[in-house]
Each structure stands twice: as structure tokens, then as C-alpha cells.
């Protein structure tokens, strides 16, 4: 696996296109037929594509830190393929959401692995899995009905507080809680040296944004996410100032950079803001469909089928505009 020019790194990565027409082949293909690869976007960082959700792979001296794991029915190959890349051990899995296929492989790919630090308290056979307490505890009490994955499957380590950061592999790692954007248990994970921002599914360029309204998230809080990455996020510059740019791994799809989120940022600011007015109005939710908010963005980002339409994300904004004129 070749590394890829840190100015040249988008154009290399999978359904990268010139226009928008890669774009658009990548978010019609539901993870199950994305091609399973991994590709390298920094020296030590690489992408595992095709798992489920997107998993992140930082390799070094100390061993392996895994954003994410994928998907349950991926985890045997997402194992096999963080293999290939290095023989040290998994060191720490870090979920950016509570997700199946975010969370889905954990207690494979934990089980691979040995914490870096012993702890009389905890299983250091196993690799640490650092994550929200809302992840910890909507795997641990799952909705009625719904499966439950293993308690080896459950976050070793949680916390509360906007940051947690942990020190591996001559980098600085740095957990950013951003409450109630697309969930309530959502993480940026930031690998400062290598310059490379993990966002879960705050950042989905397949289609609008993912405002999971039944469990925690909302339209306010995902713009202040996509503003918080905005101001951590180094824009393409001349190589002769400095070069690369910070690279920014969605939850699925491929890999963006500044300008596209600001792109994203944009639209959801402008599409909320339309609402906001409709909702003022007393507009019905029917009516505010009718009147079609998201036209100048359909073509790009809507889905009139998949698990996430166009008709659920203006839903989902116009349920938490109501609520929040309401409160």
C-alpha cells in the first residue's frame, strides 16, 4: 500500500471523482457492496472501507488505536485486515457512536488485542474500548426488543466531560464530545500529529445529515459539531506554505477535507433556516414538504429511498424546531 501524496490524497482514496459524479456512485451503494479495502491516508493512518461504518487504523511503536469497529458480520475480515497491517497488538478501540455498525465488531477486535496499561480493575487480555457513557449505556440497556450485544462488546472506559485524550504511538489522540448532533453519545476523535479527524456519522457526505432525533440528536447540535470541526480543520493551502490539509473521516464513504464540510455546514445552516421560517409561519409538516426546503441541495445530498431520505432528514428538522419553539 503505497502512501499517497499528502496534497494528492483525495484524488487517490475510492469514489473520488472529478465532478460530483463520483460522489453520487459512492452514496447510491449501501455498505454491504462497497468494496472491502483498506486504504493508507497518512504514514501510520489508514481507512478499512466496506465493514460497515468506516474504520479508522493508527499504527505505531505502542500498537494499533481503531476508530470504530464495523459491523458484526464484518468483524472477522476487519480483523484479518488491521492484521495486515501491523503485528502489534490493538491497543485502543474508540466508538464514535453506539451504532451496530460502529460497535458491531468491538468484541472481536478487542478480544485481538491487550490494553496498554495494566489495570488491576479491568481485563488487560483485551484491548480498551474508550467511548461516550451514553454508548455505554445504550448497549447496556438496549430498547425493547432490540438486541443486545455482548458485555464484551460494551465500552471499558467511558467519561462524561467535553474531552478525553490518551497519548499512543507519538501522537496526541483527542476525544471530543459533541452532545446531541447526530446521537447523544457522539465523539470527534483527532490524531493531532497526523493532522486526520475521525467524525462518525456527524459528517455523512452520502446524503443530508443524520439528526437521530430518538436518541439525543438534534439540528443545533450537529451544526455546532460541524462548526467545532470547521474551526480544527486546516484548509488546503500552497504546498509552499504549507502542505496537506487535514484530512476528516466520515462515519461511511469517503474520505473530505475543509472544503466540503464547509459545503455540508452550509447547507444544513440554510436548509434549517428555511424551515425555522416555514415553522414560524405555522406551516404543517406536509406543507413545509410541499414546498420542497431542500431544492437546492436534493440533487446532491437527497435520497428518495435508503435508510436515511430526504423526506426523514426534513422531518427530523422540522420535529426539532417545533419542539424547540415549544420549550
Known sequence: MAFAAALGVLDTLPYVASGFKGTLLAQQRPYENVPFETIQIRPNVYVILGAGANITAHVGED???LVDSGSAAMADKALAAVKALSNRPIRYIINTSA???????????????????????ADDERAAIVAHENVLLRLSTP??????LPSEAWPTETFTSRYRSVYVNDDAV???????AH???????????????????????????VVDTARGGSVRGELEALNRLLDLTVPPVPQVLK???????????RVADYSELVEYRDMLTIVRDIIADMVKKGMTLEQVKAANPTAGYRARWGRESGPWTTDMFVEAVYDDLTKARKS
Request: net charge negative; hydrophobic share 40%; charged share 20%.
Open 63 to 65: 500498537g494499533i488505536v
Open 143 to 148: 430498547p425493547s426488543g432490540a438486541p443486545q
Open 243 to 253: 502542505p496537506g490539509r487535514t484530512l476528516l473521516v466520515p462515519g461511511h464513504g
Open 99 to 121: 451504532d451496530a455498525d460502529h460497535v458491531g465488531g468491538n468484541a472481536t477486535l478487542a478480544g485481538a488485542g491487550r490494553s496498554l496499561i495494566e489495570d488491576t480493575f
Open 174 to 180: 483527542q476525544m471530543i464530545r459533541q452532545p446531541g
Open 183 to 209: 446521537s447523544d453519545g457522539d465523539l470527534l476523535v483527532h490524531f493531532r500529529r497526523a493532522d486526520v479527524i475521525v467524525t462518525g456519522d456527524i459528517l455523512d457526505l452520502r446524503h443530508f445529515p
